[in-house]
């Protein structure tokens, strides 16, 4: 094989959340002189992983599609892309909203691998609710293959359809517990003597940030001393602000936005609070579970983000007390900041494993 086989994954956005970790992660691992990643992405703008996607040899593809709203413009976009780019036997697409055109416009130009893959186990309901389960539907006609990241987020998007589990692996080393790492993260947020409670993920209603505000503000009647990191951006950044200043809590919540070095963030949590209303996964919960932090998680998410004794779940029916009450319990756990690998990679999320499959997936597939 002289040249690499080229695979593209079209998603949203290249931004800093559970998807794109997992496919960096993957790209990082694979062997690039084998299989190369390229990605199509709808938005213009710069993207989070865009210059090191160019350095590891990927090739990165904006459309204005989610800026512009122009389906026709897509559809014409999609299909002199594709017969531009003869080159793509692969088309691996991560996006349910929209990837219905995309595997149409692939199958069209007659690319035999169509992946579809599912990431969420449920859909915010919202005003766009049925637009997006009519969507759902639309997403599988045009696939010849399916992968989920959990059980339930493949029951969820394929129905009856077979689909393979492919796990959100981590560089589980990578965010083993580390004492000096922890001092020194806690030194540079200005963290000594807080008892830091964390978060990860995309200031979007999915993630449920209203109560975990609600939640941070029981814990601080608790614990005086008590700060929350949120790392994320998003459309409700604004209005998480607003929540913050009217519970007095200014001085209290702080925002990381993205972060390239989440194993050290990590490091400085006490605790990791996660009550999404709904998750393919939760890979972040699985970081911090590796990281040696207690999380605290909804029912929101599914069996398989329990891979440690420092996972912890409490209902989205529990008031915001009963889960402050429970987050401090967690915290006492004598798993604390302890070296949780073994449990990582027992349950099936070692990348390198991981990362192996998908590149052997891909060669069997293209051959």
């Given at each position: 094989m002289n040249q690499p086989i080229r695979v593209l994954h079209i998603l949203q956005r290249m931004e800093a959340g559970g998807t794109q970790a997992l496919l960096m992660n993957l790209y990082r691992n694979i062997d690039?002189?084998?299989?190369?990643?390229?990605?199509?992405?709808?938005?213009?703008?710069?993207?989070?992983?865009?210059?090191?996607?160019?350095?590891?040899?990927?090739?990165?593809?904006?459309?204005?599609?989610?800026?512009?709203?122009?389906l026709l413009k897509f559809k014409q976009d999609l299909k002199h892309f594709f017969s531009e780019h003869k080159e793509y036997k692969i088309v691996h697409c991560h996006a349910f909203t929209f990837g219905y055109f995309c595997l149409k416009a692939a199958k069209k130009a007659k690319i035999p691998v169509r992946i579809a893959h599912s990431h969420n186990n449920e859909t915010v309901h919202d005003i766009k609710y049925i637009p997006k389960l009519?969507?759902?539907?639309?997403?599988?006609?045009?696939?010849?293959?399916f992968f989920a990241c959990s059980e339930a987020a493949g029951r969820y998007l394929f129905k009856q359809k077979e689909f393979k589990v492919l796990n959100n692996a981590i560089d589980s080393k990578k965010f083993i517990a580390n004492q000096e790492t922890r001092q020194a993260i806690k030194?540079?947020?200005a963290l000594e003597r807080k008892f830091v409670v964390g978060h990860v993920g995309r200031l979007h209603p999915q993630k449920n940030h209203m109560f975990l505000l609600d939640i941070f503000w029981e814990i601080k009647q608790l614990k005086e001393n008590a700060v929350l990191l949120l790392v994320g951006t998003g459309e409700l950044e604004k209005q998480i602000r607003e929540k913050v200043s009217r519970l007095g809590l200014e001085q209290n919540v702080i925002f990381l936005r993205n972060r390239k070095d989440m194993y050290r963030i990590y490091q400085a949590m006490d605790i990791f609070v996660f009550p999404?209303?709904?998750e393919g996964l939760g890979i972040v919960a699985i970081e911090a579970q590796a990281s040696g932090i207690p999380a605290i998680c909804s029912d929101g998410l599914p069996?398989?983000?329990?891979?440690?004794?420092?996972?912890?779940?409490?209902?989205?029916?529990?008031?915001?007390?009963?889960?402050?009450?429970r987050s401090l319990e967690a915290s006492e756990s004598e798993y604390k900041h302890l070296d949780m690998h073994e449990y990582i990679v027992d349950h099936g999320y070692d990348l390198m494993r991981t990362a192996d499959f998908i590149q052997q997936y891909y060669i069997r597939k293209y051959e």
């Open positions: 690039r002189s084998r299989v190369q990643f390229d990605f199509l992405v709808v938005y213009k703008e710069k993207q989070f992983y865009e210059e090191e996607i160019r350095s590891l040899g990927g090739r990165l593809y904006k459309f204005s599609f989610r800026e512009d709203l122009n009519i969507m759902q539907k639309l997403f599988t006609i045009n696939a010849t293959d030194e540079e947020l999404s209303l709904f069996k398989e983000a329990n891979v440690s004794p420092l996972f912890y779940r409490c209902s989205l029916s529990s008031s915001a007390k009963t889960w402050a009450q």
